[in-house]
């Protein structure tokens, strides 16, 4: 990192540049690096395992070389003064982009929006040299702790399973939602982790390729439009099939019925009605499957009592569902408001948002809603 006071418009940034090329001087061909994780740190690049300064020293090259991690900033120190800085970090660039590509598979919903949340107070103790402080070791652990999920899937889960046995199958169900086309992402939409998410993927799938040759990835989609074109390419075969004809969609709607009545016996009857099958097909013509399957659960949703109690499901809450296509609307009139569907929630819970029923609750309203297209009065 070069350093210098804060004087605008009179440092070059190619002069300052130390482990690479810029950006515009970089090669036009991309280059395909393969980096391993264990326990959620990098152990070996393209297959050869590198002591931590190594392998940062081995990606700094790489990436430097494309004019990867660079960044010219003006920061506020924590002496008060401003200061122009001109960092380089190619390899910790790379290492973070594949490390959050992993993260966005294998990790917790929940247990990474609390990491995110704390990454900037850790990354500020280390920048203010508190290293050995109490409560950066604490951060530490709970980030040591997130970081098992991270390579227990591709790397633990799925050779401990393929040990025991002499062919493995891993099923992937809806595969676009983890392996996005990239050219048409949107960045605007979900950044960068959409691509992130996906080149993870492709890395654990051909590591487990490379080291596991008897296991055997079968994935669905009923978008093959939005699977990433990598991910295609990867694949020894590609079935498309045909949407359900009107014989497949009777037998999903028996199905369906016959799992629902299982937990409501009053339902059997709906399930055994061969007419009611036949009539629900006629109206799902051109859906497919998954879309089939839903629409139970869409009836059931048709009217409120039948939302409380599943057991009054009817052969007519099945048919209007089939004829809204699969949609849901209350029908009588306007959805019900929140007291309606949960009458029984302490009054002190409650809040005070009319959604339209006004005074009728007894007691002064005060609060006000505004929309973001409505001007303030």
């Not at 001087?25 to 002591?51: C, F, L, N, R, T």
């Not at 996005?180 to 654990?204: C, I, K, W």
């Not at 569902?321 to 408001?337: I, N, Q, S």
Request: negative net charge; glycine residues 6%; charged residues 30%.
């Amino acid at each position: 990192m070069n350093h210098k006071p804060l004087r605008p418009n009179r440092i070059r940034l190619e002069s300052k540049v130390l482990l690479g090329s810029l950006r515009e001087q970089a090669p036009d061909k991309p280059q395909e690096i393969e980096i391993e994780y264990a326990g959620g740190d990098p152990v070996a690049v393209d297959g050869k395992k590198m002591s931590p300064a190594t392998l940062l020293a081995r990606l700094n090259r790489l990436g430097g070389a494309h004019g990867i991690g660079r960044v010219d900033l003006v920061e506020n120190r924590y002496v008060g003064m401003k200061s122009r800085g001109v960092y380089e970090t190619p390899g910790g660039t790379i290492l973070h982009a594949a490390h959050r590509g992993l993260e966005s598979l294998t990790m917790d919903r929940e247990v990474l929006r609390l990491r995110d949340s704390l990454i900037p107070r850790y990354a500020e103790m280390i920048y203010y040299g508190y290293w050995f402080s109490p409560e950066r070791l604490a951060l530490q652990a709970l980030v040591e702790e997130s970081q098992r999920n991270v390579t227990r899937l591709l790397t633990d889960t799925i050779p401990e399973i393929a040990a025991r046995r002499p062919f493995t199958v891993v099923l992937i169900d809806e595969v676009e939602s983890f392996a996005v086309r990239r050219s048409s992402a949107s960045f605007e939409a979900n950044p960068v982790d959409v691509h992130r998410a996906t080149d993870a993927v492709l890395l654990g799938i051909d590591e487990v390729a490379r080291k596991l040759p008897s296991v055997l990835f079968v994935t669905t989609t009923n978008f093959i439009e939005a699977v990433d074109e990598a991910f295609l390419s990867r694949a020894d075969l590609v079935m498309r099939f045909a949407l359900p004809d009107r014989d497949t969609i009777v037998r999903i709607l028996a199905s369906a019925l016959t799992e629902l009545a299982v937990q409501f016996p009053p339902l059997a009857p709906l399930s055994r009605d061969e007419r009611l099958h036949a009539d629900l097909a006629d109206l799902c013509e051109g859906w497919d499957g998954r879309r089939v399957r839903k629409l139970v659960l869409a009836a059931l949703a048709q009217r409120l009592d039948v939302a409380r109690d599943p057991a009054k499901l009817t052969r007519e809450d099945l048919l209007c569902a089939a004829r809204k296509k699969g949609g849901v609307e209350w029908v009588g009139g306007t959805a019900p408001t929140s007291r309606e569907l949960f009458p029984d929630v302490p009054k002190d819970l409650m809040h005070d948002h009319d959604h339209g029923h006004g005074h009728a609750h007894g007691h002064p309203h005060t609060h006000t809603h505004q929309h973001d297209d409505e001007p303030n009065r």
